[in-house]
Nanobody, 124 residues
Framework: QVQLVESGGGLVQAGGSLRLSCAAP????????KGWFRQAPGKEREFVAA????????NYADSVKGRFTISRDNAKNTVYLQMNSLEPEDTAVYYC?????????????????WGQGTQVTVSS
């Protein structure tokens, strides 16, 4: 059962930007930590960014630090991932996830709820 719904993926040239959104229709996740993960073909799912339910604690993978920004709007029950200066290596399916633990986790195994993913393709 899909609990989260991602949107905003697409095809972009290197150096471009995209903003991903993760909504939770029909369920409130305002007290849950949220994370973004990605998985490229033939590779393991990897951590991208995470945010505490309060929005005050953030964490990023080294590969995206300074380029990506995670944020959340609990009133809209939505989490965002602003991705700037995109590189071909960022090409992957991006997933958002929610967990009751925290303040956050970098391991995808610690998350209880997942979306179906949204494809991000960066051309060189």
């Amino acid at each position: 059962q899909v609990q989260l719904v991602e949107s905003g993926g697409g095809l972009v040239q290197a150096g471009g930007s995209l903003r991903l959104s993760c909504a939770a229709p029909g369920r409130t996740f305002s007290s849950y930590a949220k994370g973004w993960f990605r998985q490229a073909p033939g590779k393991e799912r990897e951590f991208v960014a995470a945010i505490h339910w309060s929005g005050d604690i953030l964490n990023y993978a080294d590969s995206v630090k300074g380029r990506f920004t995670i944020s959340r709007d609990n009133a809209k029950n939505t989490v965002y991932l602003q991705m700037n200066s995109l590189e071909p290596e960022d090409t992957a399916v991006y997933y958002c996830a929610a967990t009751t633990g925290g303040p956050f986790y970098r391991s995808w195994r610690m998350y209880d709820f997942w979306g179906q993913g949204t494809q991000v393709t960066v051309s060189s």
